[in-house]
């Protein structure tokens, strides 16, 4: 089994001090490096171990912070948060490249090979990163179809993949359409996933919080986008070039 090292990266970020997770894969060889945004509620063990695994697929792996080391279980606090957060790009990308930069200053990482991937708000950042021309080799999201400033995604230099639950009440079809025609009206090598029955946050084990409507678990399809998800990182950016 590949050996991964960890570490705990502090840096500052949209006025806080950001706690994000590092995962190295066994050598010391540069490596290609993935960028990993979290939901709304912020970075838990599960999205540290989504960093672990890609390390064990050989990749160096950031889960990045969005709410300064806080994982919010009360919805309404984690909304207080996340809606002015999403509503301001030019927060969004602040985020985002403070993360960004922390990856690529990591010795192991390769910086010209990264690609960003994000969950909820997360997604919305690393599309932001996109709209904001950074030169990624792919962005993937989940349950983060945002659409961005008019003409902005022109800029997006690498394909993008969007999963999302066909029943979501928070992405519904109209805002479905809305990032498609704004993918395809940029010429972006993009694809849509629709995931057949899924709710908000199909992708994330259950958690004892308050039960959000609209939000629920899907073992299946949740396997199926992380499959995605790598099938992704292994066309666009493959461990060995």
Not at 2 to 8: A, D, G, K
Not at 171 to 186: H, I, K, L, S
Request: net charge negative.
């Amino acid at each position: 089994m590949t050996t991964v090292t960890t570490r705990t990266v502090e840096y500052p970020a949209d006025g806080l001090t950001m706690i994000g997770h590092l995962a190295l894969p066994a050598g010391v060889d540069r490596r290609p490096a993935v960028l990993i945004g979290p939901e709304g509620p912020g970075l838990n063990d599960f999205q540290r171990r989504r960093a672990d695994a890609l390390a064990e697929l050989g990749y160096v792996a950031l889960a990045f912070d969005i709410n300064g080391g806080r994982w919010f279980t009360d919805p309404q606090e984690m909304l207080a948060r996340a809606i002015p957060l999403l509503a301001d790009p030019g927060r969004m990308r602040g985020i985002g490249h403070a993360a960004l930069d922390v990856l690529r200053a990591e010795p192991r990482t390769d910086p010209g090979r990264i690609a960003a991937i994000g969950y909820g708000t997360g997604g919305a950042i690393v599309l932001e990163l996109g709209r904001d021309g950074v030169d990624l080799r792919a962005i993937g999201t989940v349950n983060a179809l945002t659409t961005g400033r008019p003409g902005e995604a022109e800029r997006i230099r690498c394909p993008v993949w969007a999963g999302v639950g066909s029943e979501d009440p928070i992405m519904p079809a109209g805002q479905r359409d809305a990032f498609a025609a704004e993918m395809q009206a940029a010429g972006v090598d993009w694809r849509l996933v629709v995931y057949g029955g899924a709710l908000h946050a199909f992708h994330h084990p259950p958690v004892d919080q308050n039960v959000v409507p609209g939000v629920g678990h899907h073992p299946q399809h949740a396997r199926r986008a992380w499959r995605d998800i790598v099938g992704l990182l292994a066309e666009c950016l493959p461990v060995a070039e």
